[in-house]
């Protein structure tokens, strides 16, 4: 069925149906650590790291020779217990830490070589769900949602029905004027996914997405999310939630203990 894009949003697309209602994503990325050529491999990836390890401080690696490549148009699922590395790692790629060592590229640009003053050009096409929300406290619901395309010099007038629908569609039409400080958990992150991928970014890192939300909402976020992968965006979501990893049937990392390993798919040799 073909989605409607003519208006430069996504929104349309989910929120009026107009999307398969099965879910099924795109499996025919290459996957990780097979690929014969890695240099092909890496400038064609969305994301690569090799080698990498990660410490805060002088303190211990907290990430200890995470290899990974994420190609375009990828759906994966990041998962590992408490304290395994998850919101680390998507910090790593969210460019807001360095690796204390290894090897790591993004849209094709090696980090190492890349100026700082150009970094807010790339983050600029990441969109980000942070496990702590981080909304502005002194912004409307609506504000916090339209900020990326404010920022993206977009006009009031050519985003205003996005926002709204959007808002709408994640269930919160009539909190829209609400300040964060006044919504409950659930609703914060709902705010928080809302501007994540307001403007159908390249790359969506989202980390812990549902886990404030109820499971009927949930469900409906995961197809915000599969919609919006397949428009295009590369999506990692890193989660607890087995319901949320199974119902897909995507390809799984795990962390554990710093280290990160591909889950072997069921039904899949
Ligand atoms: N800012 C920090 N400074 C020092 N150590 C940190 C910092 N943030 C996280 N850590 C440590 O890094 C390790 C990994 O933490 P991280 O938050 O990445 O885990 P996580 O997998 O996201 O856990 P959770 O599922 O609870 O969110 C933990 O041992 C944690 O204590
Ligand atoms: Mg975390």
Avoid at 45 to 68: P, Q, W
Avoid at 127 to 147: P, T
Avoid at 149 to 177: N, T
Wanted: glycine letters at 8%.
């Amino acid at each position: 069925m073909p989605v409607k894009t003519a208006r430069g949003s996504f929104a349309w697309a989910v929120i009026r149906g107009k999307f398969a209602p099965e879910i099924a994503l795109r499996t025919d990325s290459p996957p990780a650590h097979v690929c014969p050529s890695i240099p092909c491999c890496i400038l064609n990836a969305m994301l690569h790291l090799e080698n990498v390890g990660m410490r805060y401080g002088m303190g211990r690696e907290v990430l200890s020779d995470v290899t990974l490549t994420l190609a375009p148009g990828e759906f994966r699922f990041l998962t590992g217990p408490s304290g395994a590395g998850k919101t680390s790692l998507l910090k790593l790629l969210y460019l807001a830490e360095r690796p204390s060592r290894g090897l790591m590229s993004m849209f094709g640009r090696d980090l190492a070589l890349t100026p700082r003053q150009e970094l807010p050009a790339l983050r600029r096409r990441i969109g980000v769900v942070f496990q702590e929300f981080r909304l502005l406290d002194h912004l409307s619901a609506y504000e916090n949602v339209a900020l990326p395309l404010r920022i993206a010099g977009r006009k009031p007038a050519e985003y205003r029905e996005d926002v709204e629908e959007l808002l709408s569609w994640v269930g919160l039409g009539d909190r829209m004027q609400a300040r964060p400080p006044t919504l409950s958990g659930g609703e914060k992150q709902r705010v928080a996914i809302a501007r994540a991928v307001v403007a159908k970014p390249d790359l969506l890192l989202a980390d812990e997405p549902t886990g404030s939300i109820d499971p009927d909402m949930g469900e409906r976020l995961l197809r915000l999310f599969v919609e919006l992968n397949r428009l295009g965006t590369t999506v990692l979501i890193a989660t607890h939630d087995r319901h949320l990893v199974e119902s897909l049937g995507v390809r799984e990392w795990r962390l554990s203990g710093g280290s990160l390993h591909e889950v072997p798919q069921k039904g899949r040799s």
